[in-house]
């Protein structure tokens, strides 16, 4: 597996790992840049969040996967924006999460998934669908907010105790607009 640094791939710094799935498209409303552009750097996303099939996905794979990020990501910005969601993209959330049969296991340093070797990168998506659904169906869904960001647009959920959050994270977009206004003063 190639080495380079996962970090400096991806963004991870997003609480929630499904929307941390969804900012593997950064600046949605400027330039939109992929970050999925090929199958190995799929399974390095899944890798660094502990979700490492073992096995290089296939570029049907790649596709069903960009799919669901999309439509995890089309949910979440539709319920941040008081929209009724497509129902295309339920039934697309719903297939993966029902698809793969991730199992979870503690062991002592907490939990994992175990992906089980039938299906190891459709249980990985499975894992990312479910958490998906959690969020997006539990009480939280009042809480999914769209970042503002310059180009941003990345889903976060807002826990803080105001609810005035207004970043995908403090140390990009919310350090970018701390910069910018003081900028803008001097
Ligand atoms: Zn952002």
Known sequence: METSHPQALFRLDNETLAFRYTATVSHRTGDPLER???????????????LDPGVIPTSDQLDQARQLREAIYRLGATLADGQPPA?????????AAAAGTPS??????????SLGSEDPVGAALAVLARNAIEVLGSPTRQRIK?????DC???FVDTSRAGARRWCSMNTCGNKNKKDRLRAKS
């Not at 090929?38 to 899944?46: E, I, M």
């Not at 979870?104 to 998934?113: C, F, Q, S």
């Open 104 to 113: 979870p296991v503690l062991d002592a340093d907490g939990m994992r998934w």
């Open 146 to 150: 769209t970042c503002e960001g310059p």
């Open 87 to 95: 129902q295309l993209d339920l039934d697309r959330v719903n297939s």
């Open 153 to 155: 647009a990345g889903l």
């Open 36 to 50: 999925l552009d090929d199958p190995v750097k799929l399974r390095q996303w899944l890798a660094a969040n502990d």
